[in-house]
């Protein structure tokens, strides 16, 4: 079975969340069974050098609008799946989506473009696919593509990453990608309150549809998580499936990461603590004994940054350290960057940096994903691994990967569930309790080691999720 994942981001080429380490390790988990041809815009900040990537002898064009588009395919000579287009509109800015100023202007075009050009790479090469798997909003719209202009036999997989990003673009943009009025713009397909919306596009016109975890599967068919897409979901839940992502080993492993401190294990936990206390040091503190809490991700209000944000007062006076790493929405970087000056225990890092994060998951003790709502979350798959014991909100893919240390039935628990601390409501005093729960689980040291350990275990690789994705290329 040859399979076409088309992808806006990929590690280690361009990421901007987990889609991107999803990209790199669904397909490389796929690869153990199936062909998994992997295609991503070539981006002018990914240093084709670096990553061996060579022009594989193959330009074309595409007239669209009147206007006559290049595009030329690259390859990763050291694997010979990876491939990538490049097209100057799609490719060269100093971001993926969005600058200083705000999301790029030209979106719509842009990833139009890419959509053209994977079909047309597909039916060019010729590379004889039988299942083209899309990625969120950026790819969507190769699913109208493919079932209207080009009548293509292929079946197509939808997967949605996060819903609240659903590419919503003025209905002009069909013009200029050539789109069939008649035919697309209706309520069902790609029309969205007189707009075009792709997401929902690609939800109409994939023969299935994948969500990244089984609890957010369910969530957003409500109102309350369906970012008024909930009665289009509902209307295709009879396609509708939602499988736990995994994360790489290859990349995220204490015992071979070199971006840590001191590699460790669970035979060789000690220098767990090594890599807290180098952590420690890096950044200025001294009070090394106290139990370590970190956050990292984007700032944004679906990660619970206000949660954050106002009760930092409260933080200041628990015994216990802070280390939080982001960047992402420009007045949360700004508060965050006013707030680091003001406490002694706590320590805020604005930007994105691979090489900390890595050093914060296996230093820490705790880490909190405050989320509003999470489709699935890698943060606390990744944690687990490093022996870093999760405190997280009962939503989404959270639900389906952590469970409360105080309602554990030991002899029930899923290879794939983890240990943490869980919490109800999207609230100071739900939130609060969470971490006093936490000091008081730190405060019995012997316990919190079995569980760090237990996480350490627990497998979140693609080993199970692959193979579903697998049974569902096959059906
Ligand atoms: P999302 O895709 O919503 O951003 P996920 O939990 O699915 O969240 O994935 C987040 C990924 O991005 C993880 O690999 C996490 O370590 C990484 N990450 C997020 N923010 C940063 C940052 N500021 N610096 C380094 N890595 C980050």
Known sequence: MKIL?????MY????TGGLADVAQSLPEALRKKEKVYTLLPLYQTINREKFNIEYANLTFDYTLDGVVHQFDLFINTKNKYELFIYNPILCDRDGLYFDDFGDFGDNALRFGLFSYACIEVMLQMPLDIDVIHLNDWQTSLIALLAKTQYQLSQKIILTIHNLAYQGVFPKDVMSALNISWEECFRPEALEYHDQVN????GIFYSDH??????????????????NDLDDVLKANSYKLQGILNGISYEIFDPKKDDMIYKNFGVKTYESKDENKQQLLKEIGFVECDKPLFVFIGRFTHQKGIELLIENFNFFKDFEANFIVLGSGEEHYNTVFNNISVSYPNVYIKVGYDESFARKMYAGADFLVMPSLFEPCGLNQ??????????IVAKTGGLKDSVTDFTDIDYTALKGYMGIGITYEEHNIFWFMHAIAKALSLYGNHKKFEKISKHNMKVDHSWKQSSKKYIELYES
């Open 5 to 9: 994942f088309c992808t806006s981001e």
């Open 12 to 15: 280690p080429y361009a990421k």
């Open 198 to 201: 792709f997401l929902k596009a």
């Open 209 to 226: 549809v994948t969500t990244v975890s089984p609890t957010y599967a369910a969530e957003i068919q409500t109102p309350l998580f369906g």
């Open 381 to 390: 798959m990744i944690c687990m691994k490093y022996g870093t014991v999760p």
